[in-house]
């Protein structure tokens, strides 16, 4: 029942449109009806404009095919064409050579052409006048009313159909593109999952093994020594999968402050045991995801084998840039620079794929845009951020 209502709609709407068009069309051929009672002067000067440019097309096309046309080939030609194409619908004389004029009861002036230092006058027979009015009054009125009528009718129904298939593709698309959605969704999820799996084991393995070895070794100043070096890497690697993960799965909404570059990212440098060239600059950031930031292209720069870091600042016009650059072994040429902001997708063994993802989220949450570039000896990463965002000192 629901079904047949819409379909009832939609037949009524579909009838409402033809009917406000046939209205709409008969109110236009009746005004046209009345305009041209008193219109026969302007369908004469639309003759005669349309016969005078068949006489322009037909000496244009003249030229395009001879090329290298002389002013003689297109005097000559012009009037072998008004003599015979023509020569029912036009009259050329040349006073040159004393032609009359012909009478206004035969002929009207409707152009002058001009080529090879000749000019000749164009006249278009009022015979021809006639006959033509005669053709584009009441007959040629009606005809192209019922054509209209017939054309924008058909339109009318051609475009419903065309307008209720559109409806059903987009209403399949979106129901594949949902589909896709929860398919890439699952995706991720396994290969989240397979990626924290991974990421976890290394650290649970350090420590379990520290754990276990611990009885027999307790009094071990050097194990001692090494258990707390171990067990700080195994927990800090931790903390940062961990840190990443919820920063990936939440929205971020930075709370923006003043902040100096080469402060803020020194102790971080050196807490990574990096040397650090880093200009002064200011940025208006959120402290703690602009550290996250940090702390991931640190992280990557130095399982690259990076041990120098350098941070330059530029202003633009249209933005402010801080170009992060190390020397470590740089980005594989094997992978697409594009591909390395994508959640789960590394280049190394180790490595849960959330870093780079993250910087990325955090650069858009600031309004700006990553760019990674490779170095001759290293890697680049561009952070391009609003100018009203950056100051250089």
């Known amino acids: 029942m629901i079904n047949r209502i819409k379909h009832l709609t939609a037949s009524f709407q579909t009838l409402r449109l033809v009917g406000y068009l ?20 302007t369908i004469e000067q639309n003759v005669m404009l349309d016969t005078e440019t068949d006489i322009k097309n037909a000496i244009k096309a003249f030229k395009d095919v001879a090329l290298q046309e002389t002013p003689e080939q297109v005097m000559r030609y012009t009037k072998q064409y008004l003599t015979t194409v023509m ?32 000019t000749i006058d164009i006249y278009i027979n009022k015979s021809f006048l006639k006959a033509e009015l005669s053709k584009l009054r009441m007959p040629l009125l009606i005809e192209g009313g019922l054509a209209t009528l017939f054309v924008f009718t058909l339109l009318v129904v051609l475009l419903e159909q065309k307008r209720q298939v559109q409806l059903r593709h987009q209403l399949e698309t979106a129901a594949l593109n949902r589909v896709l959605e929860e398919q890439h969704a699952l995706v991720l999820i396994g290969r989240m999952t397979t990626t924290l799996a991974h ?23 050097q194990f001692a ?24 799965g939440r929205e971020i909404m930075p709370k ?38 940090f702390e991931n292209l640190l992280n990557n720069s130095v399982q690259a084998r990076a041990w120098k ?19 470590g072994i740089g980005f594989p040429e094997n992978i697409q620079l594009e591909e390395l902001s994508k959640p789960f997708v590394t280049f190394r063994s180790q490595g849960a794929g959330l870093g780079l993802h993250l910087v990325q989220k955090i650069v858009t949450a600031h309004g700006g845009k990553l760019i990674f570039h490779r170095e001759q000896y290293g890697a680049g990463v561009k952070i391009m951020l609003p100018v009203s965002k950056i100051k250089i000192l």
């Open 256 to 293: 923006e402050e003043w902040i100096s570059l080469s402060d803020f990212v020194e102790p971080l440098a050196k807490q990574f045991g990096v040397q650090l060239d880093c200009q002064s600059a200011q940025i208006y950031v959120d402290r703690f995801y602009v550290g996250l930031l």
């Open 309 to 327: 870091i350098t941070i330059k600042s530029h202003l633009k016009p249209e933005y402010g840039e801080i170009y992060y650059v190390d020397n």
């Open 22 to 41: 046939i209205v709409s069309l008969l109110c236009g051929i009746t005004i046209t009806f009345i305009a041209g009672s008193f219109g026969d002067e």
């Open 225 to 248: 020594a090494r258990f707390g070096v171990l067990s700080k890497e195994a927990l800090g690697r931790t903390q940062q999968l961990i840190d990443n993960l919820l920063s990936y």
């Open 87 to 118: 020569n029912d619908e036009v009259i050329w004389i040349q006073p040159s050579r004393g032609d009359k004029v012909p009478p206004e009861d035969i002929a009207v002036f409707l152009y002058e052409f001009t080529a090879n230092n000749e």
């Open 199 to 221: 990421e976890l084991r290394t650290p649970i393995a350090t420590l379990s093994n520290l754990i276990y070895a611990m009885p027999s070794r307790i009094g071990d100043s």
